[in-house]
């Protein structure tokens, strides 16, 4: 089962929106609506920010959004501020064979 | 609250094994999932499998099958990941992560225990 693609990178201005891609096959991303994203600062663990493509956590500010069209799921946040700098990670079903599996992760900066 | 308190740091030779441990708190230790997540050192998360503390059934990430075992204590409400024939590949941050259904999402995760395997 290989990784997600998410790219590298991504950064805004305070303020501003970002939108990070999760790309994945009909087996995983295309075929699940468990589709998740993890937001990690360095150091620490990752934290749950969104779950089921959409749903966010309580406690997660609304500025975190989720989508999914086809094989690519997307997470939008909007009104960036400088604690949403952090690497983040998409990770999706995958089947009964790879319960979970994990994009290669985005690193945010907020400019 | 939840808590989920790893074990500490370990630093190992090539072809050992290590088991790190995940204490859980705070919460109905058997009503819960419990994912393994490592993370190499620069280097994104990989998923390698789940436990259900109430039967003990597992899943492993293809890529660790028969290197990986997971188990659990229930009289502790301590979940244990075994890896063993180790080599410096998996040199790597290892978390314990709770859901709360098979296909739910990780919620709460552990402190993280670093494991270092170098000759």
């Known amino acids: 089962q290989s990784a997600l693609t998410q790219p590298p990178s991504a950064s805004g201005s305070p303020g501003q929106s970002v939108t990070i891609s999760c790309t994945g096959t009909?087996?995983?991303?295309?075929?699940?609506?468990?589709v998740s994203w993890y937001q990690q600062h360095p150091g620490k663990a990752p934290k749950l920010m969104i779950y089921e493509v959409s749903k966010r956590p309580s406690g997660v500010p609304d500025r975190f959004s989720g989508s999914k069209s086809g094989n690519t799921a997307s997470l939008t946040v909007s009104g960036l501020q400088a604690e949403d700098e952090a690497d983040y990670y998409c990770s999706s079903y995958a089947g009964s064979n790879n319960l979970n599996v994990f994009g290669t992760g985005t690193k945010v900066t907020v400019l | 609250q939840v808590q989920l308190v790893q074990s500490g740091a370990e630093v190992k030779k090539p072809g050992a094994s290590v088991k790190v441990s995940c204490k859980a708190s705070?919460?109905?230790?058997?009503?819960?999932?419990m994912h393994w997540v490592r993370q190499a050192p620069g280097q994104g998360l990989e998923w390698m499998g789940i436990i259900n503390p109430s039967g003990g059934s597992t899943s492993y990430a293809q890529k660790f099958q028969g290197r990986v075992t997971m188990t659990r204590d229930t009289s502790t409400s301590t979940v244990y990941m075994e890896l063993s024939s180790l080599r410096s590949e998996d040199t790597a941050v290892y978390y314990c992560a709770r859901a709360g259904q098979l296909l739910s999402p990780l919620g709460d995760w552990g402190q993280g225990t670093l494991v270092t395997v170098s000759s």
């Open positions: 009909s087996s995983d991303v295309g075929g699940y609506n468990y």
């Open positions: 705070g919460y109905t230790f058997t009503s819960y999932y």
